[in-house]
């Protein structure tokens, strides 16, 4: 839009400076924006760093994460039970969520009659619709007293197992693991339908031609090329189920203790925070110990989110440099 | 004539279908499940007092309705989408228009994805710290809740409109620039009013979102029982009445539970339906 001459010799008509001023404007405001969220995001972390600095400084950030007493009335602030936790409920819901949410991006994208596609999409996606805090009232009371007998005989036959055996508590550690698990579940199955939309339709079509049947194409083409993409739709759940709150502390028994089996009671570092706000109020240690909670939750989803980052960047990468331009069907 | 495959490798070919198809039927159960508990249960607390009168707070008694946390919602959930949406997409027009490859924007692209995943309570954390905990503006407020849901919601606006402005034709920007048209007048012309269909959407299902976070507003916006218009003030929602109403041990107050969850997701499916309604009809799929 520079003034300039044209091959003729005429000049091009320029614009006064008065009459860009619009231009530069929302050039600048709109840089300004984005410059604002980056700005946002280190405030976010210093202040959440410098409201719980001083239960840092009073336990060490080692003993504040490693130690196992929770116990704000005694002032022991040790955040092991809850880290426990949270990764318990977590890997309880990968283990169930993801397998089923790639069964069901497999069978929508593979098998499912064209017609069907859709309607099923839009059921799994609506399981994303709704809320936290009704899920947790579903497993307070339908999913809790319900699956008690089934979780005791479990319990009772599989004893053997690692952290299986002993008595069921009401609301325990495996009921919110089930319950995260059902709220991951469209996530990473979208992003899995996402990935495995990518394959190449040749590379599908060749392995049909060659005599596959339509599983062993799945095993040969399909997955292979998406399993990049599917670790990171694990890792984008996982991170989701580490910050869930309001469910969790519902269905998991609020006990700062590291229980001896998936069916005891547990606690979350979201859920502690969640459930004793309001007594913590007016005691500013025990309010910096849940800020410093939130902090190490920040800090790990970060962890998880920049792994499941690099993990879906890497799929994308990999089909791009398989596939010629144009080709990618 | 085509050689049999293997029984063996139909078999398993069988075995597999069914396997995917029982997965694909094992993650609807819980869906089917929740719907016709909120409805089995939820559906005899809704009357009309249910939406006229406030919860009363009475230990016993009958304990009213959920007017309150009604109006709260809809006045929290409002202020925040009036926050979240011109910011969101004003950060995807620069992604877009300004920013396609540099490194700014690749740093800023990168810290939108951060944002997304923030676990909802830790916005609430901040919030409280930088709002409520300072006593700006008193302790706390509706318009607070309102802030911590707005950042939430944010960057999910951000990364659909980001996508939605990148699928307007080039050939679109290029044909106004040379008909030497400015750049803003492109951008206000041209660009947005294409892609407005994709952008209400995107918007749309980032307020469904926000609504039913309860996370944030536990110590943002608070409760109250009575209804207020003021967002200066403290301010009922329904994630909070339902949060609240779980733990307490009486009958009719776990029955109003069940309902107000019923109304929430209600006017959460009704919201989302519409944003899908608006995304078929227009051209962008």
Known sequence: MATGTVASGDRIASRSPLSRLPDRLLRWVLTGLAAAILLLIAFFFIRLAT????????YGVIDFVFSDEWVPSQELYGALP???????????????????????????????????????????????????????LWGVFVLIPKLRPAEQWFSDTFAFLPFVGGDVAGPNSFIAGLILAIMILPIVSAISREVMATVPVEQKEAALALGATRWEMIRMAVLPYSRAGI???????????????????LVIGNAAVIGDSIFSQGYTLAAVIANEFGEAASDPTHRAALIAAGLVLFVLTLIVNALARYFVLRSERATARRVPKGMAG | MIAPVAARRRRTDQVMRAVLLGGTLVALVPLVFVVY??????????????????????????PGGVKSAIVGTIMIVGLAALIAIPLGIGVALYLVEYGKQNVFSNVVRYFVDVMTGVPSIVFGLFIYIVLVLTGIGGNFAGWKGSIALALLMLPVVTRSA?????????????????????????VFRIVLPTALPGLITGSMLAVARGAGETAPLLFTAFAVNA??????????????????????????????????????????????????LIQRRSRFA
Not at chain 2, 53 to 61: Q, S
Not at chain 2, 243 to 248: A, E, H
Not at chain 2, 261 to 273: E, G
């Open chain 1, 51 to 58: 409201e719980s600095e001083p239960v840092f400084s009073k």
């Open chain 1, 82 to 136: 809850l880290l426990v936790g949270t990764i318990i409920t977590s890997v309880i819901a990968l283990a169930i969520g993801v397998p089923v949410a790639v069964a069901s991006a497999l069978y929508i994208t593979e098998l499912a009659p064209q017609r069907l596609k859709q309607p099923l999409t839009i059921l799994v996606e609506l399981l994303a619709a709704v809320p936290s805090v009704v899920y947790g």
């Open chain 1, 231 to 249: 670790s990171g739709a694990a890792m984008l759940g996982l991170g989701r189920a580490i910050g869930e709150t309001i469910a969790a502390t």
């Open chain 2, 37 to 62: 508990y909120l409805f089995k249960q939820g559906i005899g607390a809704i009357s009309w007092d249910f939406f006229t009168t406030d919860p009363t707070g009475r230990f016993l008694g009958p």
């Open chain 2, 162 to 186: 980001e996508v939605v402005l990148g699928l307007v034709p080039n050939s679109l920007r290029e044909a106004a620039l040379a008909l030497g048209a400015p750049r803003w007048k492109v």
């Open chain 2, 227 to 276: 209804t207020t218009w003021n967002l200066g003030e403290q301010m009922n929602s329904l994630p909070i009445q339902i949060f609240n109403d779980v733990r307490q041990p009486q009958a009719n107050i776990v029955e109003r539970a069940w309902g107000s969850a019923l109304t929430l997701v209600a006017m959460i499916l009704i919201l989302t339906l519409i944003a899908r």
